[in-house]
């Protein structure tokens, strides 16, 4: 079939547990041109999929794919979307790949809608509902109505994590209160949203960069990915071929938002949003310009994108931060060296009543700290690093909700609104709705 000048290559076949989770969530939208996207649908409903799936072998760059903003797109050095190649081949024994968890549609992300739909069509017998990534490894995954109430945290785009104290830290996990019964002080249970395996710039590799390699990005990726055949897939060690290939993807590909409903395309006019640039976009130091020449723009949403840019670039006069304070990476959003932070999203007063809360204390000053997920403290041992996650990139925001490691932010509204609570930024309504424009159209 045909998608504007370019083709997209397709092999229908029955739908079967091993389908490719992309060839249910892009069944409906492969009707889609760049020409019919001008009503996106809404990323909250469940598009229409017919029985019979769609095994997609390729899409062209920067095929359309709605989300709630608009539409977003893919692009690969390789010059199209290719779902043949290792990363979306299972290199394990229970049927999983890459591809499984770091779904296309939400840029190499994972949304609770794709997990739901995976589990309506399939009843939670798609390779992507492992006991590994239940509620508890132990939950019961007999029945159906099982494992919906045993998959409940997946079905939030969540990923269950077991992590022991570090042999050497400089504290010691003193309790734990697990509403599931199964984390322990010795065995702590918390989950995870995925980072998405696209726009990787800096080093930083997982959100608590327990995968990170000094400064060298790609030896990150290789040791994330060995990790994940041994580990997610469960299978023996994958071969160097293997790992290089599902690495040069990871590397080649960039994923952003490429139309906004009521400002048209985000590469037009002397914009240069899309993922085609962001493709080409450096890691350097500096601020968002993608949206410089739409500034007092006679569209009404290209000028609130262009002042949501100004908002995110400059000092907040009543907190004295910047948002491109951390996000340093000059139209990535990513922090340049790599660094991650503690801006308050592991604080049990921010937890959803289904997170656990563990309480840990320094061994030199008897200082007790509540925690939901001590991210990179858990790394390194060191008690100043309790908290701290890693600073993602902004592009293809709108297509990869909920928000932050944990997912406690369902919308950007709520992501600025955490923001202004936890680090005291202050905004009028009016400059929130401008700093939601600009994060919806990255």
């Known amino acids: 079939m045909k998608s504007g000048n370019a083709t997209v290559t397709l092999r229908r076949t029955e739908m079967a547990p091993l389908m490719r989770p992309c060839s249910l969530l892009l069944g409906s939208m492969l009707m889609l041109s760049a020409a019919s996207c001008a009503s996106p649908a809404d990323d909250q409903v469940s598009p229409t999929v017919s029985p019979l799936s769609l095994n997609i072998e390729s899409l062209p760059n920067s095929f359309p794919i709605p989300n709630g903003a608009g539409y977003a797109a893919a692009f690969s050095t390789s010059g199209a979307i290719d779902f043949t190649n290792e990363f979306n081949t299972p290199q394990g024994t229970n049927g ?70 570090p042999a050497i830290a400089e504290f ?6 697990d509403p599931f019964n199964y984390g322990t002080t010795a065995n702590l249970l918390f989950f995870r949203t995925v980072p998405p395996t696209a726009n990787f710039k800096s080093s930083t590799v997982m959100w608590d960069a327990a995968n990170t390699v000094g400064t060298d990005l790609r030896a990150g990726l290789v040791k994330q990915a060995r990790g994940n055949v041994t580990g997610a897939q469960q299978g023996q060690p994958a071969s160097d071929a293997v790992i290089n290939a599902i690495v040069d993807q990871e590397l080649g590909f960039s994923f ?34 993608l949206y410089d020449a739409w500034i007092g723009s006679h569209n009404k949403k290209r000028a609130q994108i262009a002042r949501g840019q100004e908002i995110f670039n400059n000092v907040n006069v009543a907190s004295g931060r910047r948002c491109s304070g951390c996000h340093d990476a000059a139209n990535s959003g990513q922090n340049v060296a790599g660094l991650l932070f503690n801006i308050g999203t592991s604080d049990p007063a921010r937890r959803n009543p289904d997170m656990a809360v563990y309480t840990l204390r320094n061994k030199t000053t008897s200082a007790t700290l509540d925690t939901t997920d001590p991210g990179k403290g858990f790394v390194t041992g060191l008690w100043t690093d309790l908290n701290r996650f890693k600073t993602p990139s902004l592009r293809g925001l709108a297509a990869r909700g909920p928000y932050f490691h944990n997912g406690i932010a369902t919308s950007l509204l709520d992501v600025v609104h955490l923001y202004e609570q936890s680090l005291g930024f202050v905004y009028t309504p009016a400059e929130e709705a401008d700093l939601v424009a600009f994060l919806s159209a990255l």
């Open 172 to 177: 010691d996990v003193i309790a734990a209160n």
């Open 256 to 289: 952003a938002q490429l139309y906004v409903t009521g400002a048209g395309r985000l590469d037009e006019d002397g914009a240069r949003g899309g993922p085609v640039h962001a493709a080409a976009q450096p890691l350097v130091a500096g601020r968002f310009d």
């Open 96 to 165: 999983r790949s890459c591809a499984t968890c770091h779904i296309f549609t939400s840029g190499w992300g994972n949304r609770p809608l794709d997990d739901q739909l995976l589990f309506a069509f399939t009843g939670g017998t798609h390779p992507l509902f492992n006991i590994i990534d239940a509620n508890t490894p132990v939950s019961d995954v007999s029945t159906v109505q099982a494992r919906r109430a045993s998959y409940s945290m997946l079905l939030q785009g969540k990923f269950l994590r077991l992590r022991k104290p």
